[in-house]
């Protein structure tokens, strides 16, 4: 009967212990933000127009050993996001952007980001992409 509450016991403190450990990823205080802002290119590489782009999905992955994303927002009117309740850790946002070389047309623009401290903002500024 003791043998048996001693494993239960040990088990359950392992648990507890193993599950302290916080990684990348919601359920914390700091915030990972920016703004996203377009400009369209003629063929000869002149710029045609830019502006802050409005309801533009943005995409972060928790960590560094994922290919797919954790989470997406939408960009506000002013093409301001926010990805908020976020963990110490390394985090990459991304987002796609118009690229006629290529036969998919878009590509990935990947920005690596680190919270180092508890309730505080990582400003990623103003991304700049081809529309």
């Known amino acids: 009967m003791k043998t048996s509450i001693l494993t239960l016991l040990s088990f359950s403190l392992i648990f507890v212990f193993s599950s302290c450990k916080k990684t990348e990823g919601p359920g914390g205080s700091s915030t990972i933000s920016g703004k996203i802002h377009a400009e369209i290119h003629d063929g000869a590489g002149n ?55 290529i036969p998919a047309g878009k590509v990935v623009k990947i920005i690596d980001a680190e919270i180092t401290d508890k309730k505080s903002t990582v400003d990623l500024g103003i991304i700049t992409i081809n529309k």
Do not use: R
């Open 47 to 101: 710029l045609l127009a830019d502006y802050d782009i409005a309801k533009e999905d943005v995409y972060i992955i928790y960590g560094n050993e994922s290919s797919t994303f954790d989470d997406k927002v939408k960009t506000s009117y002013d093409g301001t996001f926010k990805f908020d309740y976020l963990e110490k850790g390394s985090y990459q946002v991304f987002v796609y952007e118009k690229d006629p070389t």
